[in-house]
């Protein structure tokens, strides 16, 4: 018979797939520029001009990045119809995003890569309005910023870094904010402290903020939409919570708005912040958090065995490049 | 030909067909059904009647020519017999497998009056499984009629009526959101059930009947339908996107870590290869006693998956009784032969915290039949009092889906008060040249009835954009046309032609 016996869990396969992965008619979505911004963070720009060409601020896309790889949804930090990219801004926390640092390089392709997903942002008519980003949020806010400067509203920009070393985009920033506040932990740029200060800074300053749109972690978002609860100021977060398929499908990211329950992917994942469960988004974010650290650990000691091999991955990355 | 069959001159038994025994098949993701052999194919073969007007060609979702097929098999006309199958059925290793085969094709054998009815399922899927082997899928000659199809969603509903479509000589394009192609046949229904080999077997029969499928596509939000006939070229569009959101019960406690829907479990161990872990970078956290709320096949495969990755007991908790459980009648024994626990009568009413964030127990009530609800099943009422604590730190929700919001979000599709699309009896929905069919238009129902519904949309496009239908010329009866003139419908104004290579 065809499949008994000799068949195992993973079910796969060895052969490349006879279906087309994407628009292209090439092998996945190619990386056709990289940018280090500090030892954790890095800048993606993937070829995809449909994606670039429908993609709206505030919306996210799924990358795998090869086939035993996890889906993993990112915010789109930035597209260029122009050139027909989409820009992602990745922070390696975990096993997964720290192998996309290792491997994603401009000449290699993302194996699989989806969206945009989720619902854009509304960005409506707010005249006067602050955009925060925080950390992973720093990015994914920029395209918010930019369409509501072109939406001729006046843009206070709010951004946070631990410190001045991790500070990127601050000129692209300038360029679609009326104002920018940068805060950082330690004070070695702009103000120091928390964005909640730079957002108390910007509301004592002006007493006619239509709007706050904050993306980060949610332990940051939690704090914004505290900051202006007193204030009675509309705040949009963006929340990120774990997920699989992003299309409404597995209800993995499941979020708790005023009591309710909603799928952050086809819902949001814009939700307004004085209604969301932050709480228990944080908790949910733990679900994994056992087998996070163990697939870390694992891989971190794949890594140190193969460098015992000295100048092996090096010379194949030179190759490469 | 010999003597006409009758009932007493049949082989009275089925034949036999080995089952992995359940000891043995909780360990490991193999097969649990393993199929007939060829001598007992034939033996099987020999209990079918061959009625002159045969109930079970009627009560196929898809009309395969039953009859025709074993007819076929008695000639040892293997390849004769999978020819007849495909004509109707791309599918056949798939559907052989997964069909509720009790309630279609058997369910109405007239040998079932008096004896088991004849195992249909287990022929076609012998038919099936040979055709892989011996590689008879036919690549047939097709003439390109010039128009150009998009479908939404490759799974079944999606691919069949891709396939009709194509065999008239349509340019296909089939999109996926996910990153394999073949719908809840790749992400639902597990490896012991269906193995993926077996989807992409008969995936890849797809692709030799050139149509294209690309993976990585999100309809709706990477372009709209609206673009697709405005700006991409397509003539028409089926939506096969499945019903997909999974509904949740609104009790105290789902938010907490251990709480998730079949769809997630089932997406993570099929589709990303949970169970392999760490090799495959999904996780899936499973618990030691996992309660799976709901008696459907889902639920079925959701309890049978968990058993086999590990869980020390999985409990089948439904609010109904064995009686009323939708699940096909073989599922359901397969999952009570390896153990799993059912709690009839018994639902949910809280899922309780352990402090720390993760289900610890359920608060469940008893429940009690009542009178008749408007699906003709008696109405579960709870029992005041009876509530009790039921120790699980998994809860795995598989009472049913609600309609996907994606295409609804981003069209001017006219949807029910439910969500799902609204189409006619030939499936058209309320844009020109859009049609539907399956769980996005149905609500969750089975892989053979999207795949009639795939098809049913398939032969109205081809009415449509003016094609010759050939089901229009063998089956007058079934056109439904008024004008038809020897069968053939007087509007058609294009021609298919479609011969073997």
């Known amino acids: 018979m065809t499949s008994q016996g000799t068949k195992t869990a993973t079910g796969r396969g060895t052969e490349p797939p006879k279906w087309r992965m994407g628009p292209a008619s090439g092998v996945g979505f190619p990386i056709v520029d990289r940018e280090d911004f500090s030892d954790t963070t890095f800048r993606l720009e993937i070829d995809h001009p449909v994606m670039a060409k429908a993609a709206r601020p505030g919306q996210f896309v799924i990358i795998v990045t090869h086939d035993h790889g996890e889906r993993i949804p990112l915010t789109i930090a930035d597209y260029d119809r122009d050139k027909g990219t989409v820009t992602l801004v990745v922070q390696a926390v975990g096993k997964s995003t720290r192998e996309m640092q290792q491997l994603c390089r401009p000449g290699t392709a993302l194996y699989s890569m989806v969206g945009p997903m989720g619902q854009p942002s509304h960005v409506g008519e707010a005249k006067k309005v602050i955009c925060v980003g925080g950390g992973l949020g720093v990015a994914p806010i920029f395209p918010q910023a930019r369409a509501f400067k ?172 | 030909m010999a003597k006409k069959k009758t009932i007493r001159t049949i082989p009275q038994e089925r034949a036999f067909m080995p089952v992995e025994a359940p000891e043995a098949r909780v ?70 497998r997964v069909c509720p085969q009790e309630d279609q094709c058997e369910g109405v054998c007239p040998v079932g009056d008096t004896l088991e009815p004849v195992a249909v399922g287990r022929l076609e899927r012998w038919v099936g499984d040979r055709a892989i082997e011996e590689g008879w899928h036919k690549r047939p000659y097709i003439e390109p009629n010039g128009f150009r199809v998009g479908i939404i969603g490759s799974g079944p509903a999606g691919v069949a009526c891709a396939a009709d479509l194509a065999k008239a000589g349509c340019a296909v394009t089939v999109y996926e959101a996910l990153h394999e192609p073949g719908g809840v046949l790749r992400y639902g229904i597990p490896e012991f059930r269906l193995p993926n080999q077996v989807v992409d077997e008969e995936i890849g029969n797809l692709l030799d009947l050139g149509i294209e499928i690309q993976c990585n596509t999100l309809v709706g939000r990477l372009f709209t339908i609206e673009q697709m006939l405005d700006e991409m070229g397509y003539d028409a569009v089926f939506i096969g996107t499945g019903a997909g959101s999974p509904k949740f019960m609104e009790i105290p406690g789902e938010t907490l870590n251990g709480v998730l829907s079949a769809n997630e479990l089932l997406t993570r161990c099929n589709l990303m290869v949970a169970g392999s872990f760490p090799e495959y970078d999904t996780p899936l956290h499973l618990g030691r006693r996992v309660a799976v709320i709901g008696a459907g096949n889902t639920a079925m495969d959701a309890l049978r998956v968990s058993l086999r990755l590990g869980a020390e007991k999985v409990y089948c908790v439904y609010r109904r009784t064995e009686t009323e459980s939708p699940a096909r009648v ?119 009835l999207a795949m009639g519904a795939g098809r049913r949309a398939a032969r109205s496009i081809k009415e449509y954009l003016g094609i010759r239908d050939s089901d229009v010329v063998y089956r007058p009866e079934r056109s439904g046309h008024e004008g038809a003139l020897f069968g053939v419908n007087v509007a058609e104004r294009n021609f298919a032609r479609v011969r073997l290579a």
């Open chain 2, 27 to 96: 360990a490991n993701f193999g097969e649990v059904v393993l199929g007939f052999d060829v001598e007992n194919a034939l033996v099987e073969c020999e209990r079918c009647l061959v009625c002159p007007e045969p109930a079970c060609v009627a009560g196929c979702p898809v009309g395969i020519d039953i009859p025709g097929f074993i007819c076929k098999m008695i000639d040892k006309d293997y390849r004769g017999a999978y020819d007849i199958i495909s004509e109707a059925n791309l599918l056949p290793a798939i559907c052989g």
């Open chain 2, 330 to 448: 073989e599922e359901l024994h397969h999952a009570q032969e390896e153990g799993i626990e059912f709690h009839w009568l018994t639902a949910p009413v809280e899922i309780l915290d352990d402090g720390d964030g993760n289900v610890r127990a359920m608060r469940c009530v008893r429940m009690e039949l009542g009178e008749p609800d408007e699906s003709g099943r008696r109405r579960p009422v709870p029992i005041e009092g009876s509530e009790f604590e039921f120790e699980t730190d998994m809860v795995v929700y598989a009472i049913g889906t609600n309609a996907n919001p994606i295409l609804g979000q981003t069209s001017k599709l006219k949807l029910n008060k439910w969500g799902y699309i609204e189409t006619g009896e030939d499936l058209a929905t309320s844009m020109a040249g859009v049609y539907a069919g399956g769980d996005i238009v149905t609500g969750a129902a089975t892989v053979i």
């Open chain 1, 150 to 321: 072109e939406r001729g509203a006046y843009v206070i920009g709010v951004v946070g870094f631990r410190n001045r070393d991790l500070i990127f985009w601050e000129d692209k920033f300038r360029q679609c904010c009326d104002e920018l506040i940068i805060c950082t932990d330690d004070g070695s740029a702009g103000i120091k402290g928390l964005v909640t200060k730079g957002i108390e800074q910007a509301i004592a300053q002006h007493s006619d903020i239509d709007e706050v749109v904050a993306v980060g972690p949610p332990i940051m978002m939690k704090a914004c939409a505290e900051a202006t609860r007193p204030h009675g100021i509309k705040t949009v977060v963006s929340l990120n919570p774990i997920m699989v398929d992003g299309t409404g499908m597995c209800g993995g990211c499941r979020v708790k708005i005023g009591g309710r329950i909603k799928f952050a992917c086809v819902d949001g994942p814009d939700f307004d912040g004085h209604d969301v469960d932050f709480d228990d988004l944080m908790n949910r974010l733990h679900r994994f958090k056992e087998e996070e650290q163990l697939a870390l650990e694992r891989w971190t000691e794949n890594c140190r065995r193969l460098d015992m091999e000295p100048h092996t991955t090096t010379d194949q990355d030179k190759g490469r490049s």
